[in-house]
Antibody, heavy 123, light 111 residues
Framework: QVQLEESGPGLVKPSETLSLTCTVS??????????WAWIRQPPGKGLEWIAY???????NYNPSLKGRLATSVDASRNQFSLNLTTVTAADTAIYYC???????????????WGQGTLVTVSS | QSALTQPASVSGSPGQSITISCTGP?????????VSWYQQYPGKAPKLVIF???RRPSGVSNRFSGSKSGDSASLTISGLQTEDEADYYC???????????FGGGTKVTVL
């Protein structure tokens, strides 16, 4: 059974960098058919895709956040990470990591998801 | 504003069927069938209930079904049960630009 768990600070100051890590168990992050994703949800609002990362390829970012994003995959720790720079209150959200699928005949879905971690941007 | 439009709320009585629509230009790509649906209970992570328009993950009730026509996708829940009361989000994969877009979500209420 594949499980994901987000970790990182729950409070970040404005203009600083938000850093999160997702630890994967039950599967290896260096697997061809799957990508690893970050998705966020502001409190009481809908879902927003942030990024796809893959151990062997270039990441794909949401253009609305591009320029502020950096991601990485650490196969030795079976983890992947997200850095979001110059945060503002608008970046306050529950951040989820998830396994994603991108294949010729099946793509764009996420399963499973981590339980999510609330990150608040405030001084 | 979401790239995909869903009704804010849908309700039904136990045993009835309800359909949640999801519309937007992102879906009007007839060569691709990459629409997924997620169920989310309050305070919980979303759960995949439909992928690739109409495929059901293992373990998801066959009361959930999906379809797509033109620039509109739909999730139907048949034999509505109290446990189906949750928020539901549609999601589409696009070939360029913002690769993944979500709908704004639909709150399902079981009367």
């Amino acid at each position: 059974q594949v499980q994901l768990e987000e970790s990182g600070p729950g409070l970040v100051k404005p203009s600083e960098t938000l850093s999160l890590t997702c630890t994967v168990s039950g599967a290896s992050v260096n697997i061809d058919d799957y990508y690893w994703a970050w998705i966020r949800q502001p409190p009481g609002k809908g879902l927003e895709w942030i990024a796809y990362v893959h151990f062997g390829g270039s990441p794909n970012y949401n253009p609305s956040l591009k320029g502020r994003l950096a991601t990485s995959v650490d196969a030795s720790r079976n983890q992947f990470s997200l850095n979001l720079t110059t945060v503002t209150a608008a970046d306050t959200a529950i951040y989820y990591c998830a396994r994603g699928k991108i294949a010729a005949t099946s793509r764009g879905w996420f399963d499973p998801w981590g339980q999510g971690t609330l990150v608040t941007v405030s001084s | 504003q979401s790239a995909l439009t869903q009704p804010a709320s849908v309700s039904g009585s136990p045993g009835q069927s309800i359909t949640i629509s999801c519309t937007g230009p992102s879906l009007d790509v007839t060569a691709y069938n990459f629409v997924s649906w997620y169920q989310q209970y309050p305070g919980k992570a979303p759960k995949l209930v439909i992928f690739d328009v109409s495929r059901r993950p293992s373990g998801v009730s066959n009361r959930f079904s999906g379809s797509k026509s033109g620039d509109s996708a739909s999730l139907t829940i048949s034999g509505l049960q109290t446990e189906d009361e949750a928020d539901y989000y549609c999601c589409a994969y696009r070939s360029s630009g913002t690769l993944v877009v979500f709908g704004g979500g639909t709150k399902v209420t079981v009367l």
